[in-house]
């Protein structure tokens, strides 16, 4: 009878011990690699849109970020996202961007950029459609090309409770038309865009401390982003197409 020496059989067990760890530690590679995320966050070089910024980058993923002066967006910058120069009212910006990014995937496409004008007359209207309406419509469309090459392309139309035509309460007429379109434009991408696996919601983002939302706002953008980031990410297809709030509790239209 014969035995195998015992450096043959350590050589055996190493070979079968590393067998093992790469079976069980590539697929998560791959998994951890599928889960990164490339997010492209409008109006990106403050408030909201700043925080997202920089919760998204450091949960591990890849922000393109907005600002419509990049060379002016140093925290932006800081945060390691790739900035980029957009006026979501020029419609030249929207087609730069589009060309810029061609062939990049994109899972995210957060329209954030807003204005809020206090006024009521024909100029304020017209510009609070133009960047809180018409701007994030005509991005997703632009872009639609690059979310399609996503597993789960998501549209995130940062709205607001006072687009919310049952819980009107009258004030900032202006911005609460738009915010109401902004609503429906969420539905008509949902109704035109569903059918090919995307996913497009409407955000009550609250009322947060910043220099739309003011001092006095009862949030904190880092702790309101923190439930925007856990809502978003875990999305459902039955969910497309309709107005949700921060904690994932739905809003009336």
């Not at 990106?44 to 967006?73: C, D, F, M, S, Y």
């Not at 087609?95 to 006024?119: V, W």
């Not at 996503?150 to 409770?161: A, E, H, L």
């Not at 995307?198 to 739309?212: C, Q, W």
């Amino acid at each position: 009878m014969t035995t195998k020496p015992k450096s043959t059989t350590l050589a055996v067990l190493s070979r079968l011990v590393l067998a093992l760890a790469l079976a069980v530690f590539l697929p998560n590679c791959s998994k951890a690699e599928d889960e990164k995320l490339t997010v492209l966050v409008t109006g990106a070089n403050r408030g909201l849109g700043l925080e997202h910024a920089k919760q998204w980058a450091a949960a591990g993923h890849k922000v393109i970020g907005t600002a419509r002066k990049p060379e002016e967006a140093k925290e932006l910058k800081a945060t390691g996202a790739t900035v980029l120069k957009l006026d979501i009212t020029s419609d030249a910006d929207i087609a730069n961007l589009a060309k810029t990014l061609k062939g990049q995937k994109i899972d995210i496409l957060l329209n954030n950029a807003g204005y809020m004008n206090r006024e009521l007359n024909r100029e304020s209207l017209q510009r609070c459609f133009d960047i809180n309406t018409a701007g994030p419509l005509l991005l997703a469309e632009a872009l639609k090309p690059n979310l399609k090459l996503s597993k789960q392309p998501k549209i995130v139309n940062v709205s607001s409770g006072l687009g919310s035509i049952s819980r009107t309460n009258g004030i900032y007429t202006a911005y609460s038309i738009s915010k109401a379109a902004l609503n429906m434009a969420t539905r008509q991408l949902h109704a035109q865009y569903g059918k090919e696996g995307f996913i497009v919601i409407a955000l009550n983002p609250g009322h947060n401390k910043t220099d739309m939302g003011g001092d006095g706002a009862p949030l904190e953008p880092k702790d309101s982003v923190k439930q925007v980031l856990k809502l978003i990410t875990g999305l459902k297809k039955e969910q497309s197409g309709r107005f949700w709030y921060i904690d994932g509790t739905e809003v009336p239209w």
